[in-house]
């Protein structure tokens, strides 16, 4: 199981060794209606309620890297800029692969 789990980081690896692109975990704005939609969607489960809206944890937000080609959250959310980038959590690509890994691929 050891070396399935490092033989799957070493191809995600490889996939994205050359990409050093700026990336960034998001996050939602008080333009949230709270309408549900955003959270069951998240493939880390990143996306809970907070205080008052809905709040993403950037340490599971990997902008849906490996599932998804964009964030779904953005794609299913019915209020336009209401999910952003947070500029307080900038990541490389390869950073988020990492995030993704060990989200999934870690007993
Ligand atoms: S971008 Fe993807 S991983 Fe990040 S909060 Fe949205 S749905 Fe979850
Ligand atoms: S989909 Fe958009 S409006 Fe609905 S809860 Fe999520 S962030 Fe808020």
């Known amino acids: 199981m050891r070396i399935l ?4 980081s070493a191809i995600l690896r490889a996939l994205i060794i050359e990409d050093t692109r700026k990336t960034m975990a998001l996050l ?17 489960q990143a996306i ?5 809206i809905y709040e993403i944890d950037s340490d599971r937000c990997t ?5 998804y080609d964009k964030p779904t959250c953005q794609s299913v959310c019915p ?3 209401t999910i952003i980038i947070n500029p307080a959590h900038k990541e490389t690509n390869e950073e988020l692969w990492d995030k993704f ?3 999934h691929h870690t007993v």
């Open 79 to 81: 209020i336009d800029n």
């Open 48 to 52: 809970s309620m907070g205080n008052e």
């Open 101 to 103: 890994v060990i989200l």
């Open 28 to 44: 939602i704005t008080h333009k949230c209606i709270n309408c549900d939609m955003c959270e069951p969607e998240c493939p880390n």
């Open 5 to 8: 789990r490092q033989r799957n």
């Open 63 to 67: 902008e849906c890297i490996g599932h």
